[in-house]
């Protein structure tokens, strides 16, 4: 595995080209800040006429093109709209009105991996992928530090497309943490089954279960929020800051001995056949097949179950919880409003 750091890039070639920002969500914002605050002097944000993204942007002083015309201007097109947004913008706004031998850049490999994009032939085709939300990306940049993040090459033709993502990573933060060269193979494949099988998905049901576990047996609502979600985070923090080791040190004897003795029941054999599965679908393509699919009926199913999400009582009895415990918020990394 090959890590850069800062020394390792020539930030005078990202600062020598028009860039273009493609998006104004979380990474979206992080990175064109980041940028013009690392001294890329041309930088405009690429959004559609009525994004609630161009009023943001034109708050932190930034230039707004609609995509079309930033595509026309740009040398180096940064992709951070939603995938399943990306293969419309890149055929509607990109393809004809791309630079020869501009470069295309990707956050994320899903488009480019399974082929849902198919760039033109005279295009470089790189990703530069934070390890953490846009937010995080922004918030430890403000504070002298960033996040590691992922560099990976499609296609070279202009044969400086590697020197060109080093740079443009050390820009936004990365070369602070450090670059690791990687594919858009293993960034895409390893990034949604983490996504699904741990970050997201199984963290946030086994919180949910847990729960609903201890209400249903007749334990306050509020007591079951503290000892089943408040306190991942202290937890997560230490594994964060010293790995598994440094958190079991940390914690009683008796909470280091149920996690050896009750974890693995809840982590079973048929959980790990679970994740094989899971994994297959991501490697085969029905995963993004299936995402696509949704995104072709509207997201039906989708919504509804982010609307169910919304409505779970661990929602509610959390926004009271954490509404007496201001300090929570001071500093938050989202702002809806600004980003």
């Known amino acids: 595995m090959r890590v850069h750091y800062d020394r390792d890039a020539d930030l005078n070639l990202i600062k020598g080209k028009k860039v273009a920002v493609i998006g104004y969500g979380s990474q979206g914002h992080a990175h064109a800040l980041n940028l013009r605050d690392s001294g890329v002097k041309d930088i405009v944000v690429a959004l ?37 947004l990306q293969g419309d913008i890149y055929r509607d706004h990109l393809h004809a009105n791309m630079k020869e031998g501009a470069a295309l850049m990707f956050a994320h490999g899903l488009n480019i991996h399974f082929k849902l994009i198919e760039p033109r032939p005279d295009l470089d085709v790189l990703m530069v992928a934070p390890e953490g939300p846009g937010h995080t990306v922004r918030s430890l940049f403000v504070g002298g530090g960033g996040v590691p993040m992922l560099l990976a090459i499609d ?4 044969e400086n497309a590697r020197d060109l993502g080093l740079a443009y990573a050390s820009a936004i933060g990365g070369g602070k943490a450090g670059i690791i060269e990687t594919t858009f193979k293993e960034e895409c494949e390893t990034d949604l089954f983490g996504e699904q099988t741990a970050l997201c998905g199984g963290l946030v049901e086994l919180i949910k279960a847990s729960y609903e576990t201890l209400v249903e047996a007749g334990y306050a609502p509020e007591m079951a929020y503290f000892e089943c979600l408040h ?108 980003n």
């Open 231 to 338: 306190e991942v985070k202290l937890i997560v923090d230490l594994i964060y800051q010293g790995g598994i080791g440094n958190m079991l040190y940390s914690i009683s004897n008796t909470a280091e001995y149920g996690s050896y003795t009750r974890g693995k029941r809840i982590i079973t054999l048929e959980t790990r056949a679970e994740m094989k599965k899971i994994l297959d679908e991501i490697q085969s393509g029905q995963f993004a097949r299936d995402w696509m699919l949704e995104n072709k009926v509207g997201q039906t199913s989708f919504k509804a179950t982010r609307a169910r999400n919304a409505a779970h009582p661990i929602e509610e009895v959390g926004a009271k919880l954490r509404a007496m415990m201001p300090f929570i918020t001071q500093n938050a990394l989202v702002d809806k409003t600004k």
């Open 48 to 84: 559609r006429k009525g994004s609630q993204g161009v009023k943001k942007a034109e708050n932190e002083k930034l230039k707004v093109l609609e995509v079309a015309e930033a595509a026309k201007w740009a040398d180096v097109m940064m992709m951070l709209t939603p995938d399943e």
């Open 155 to 158: 296609r070279d033709v202009s």
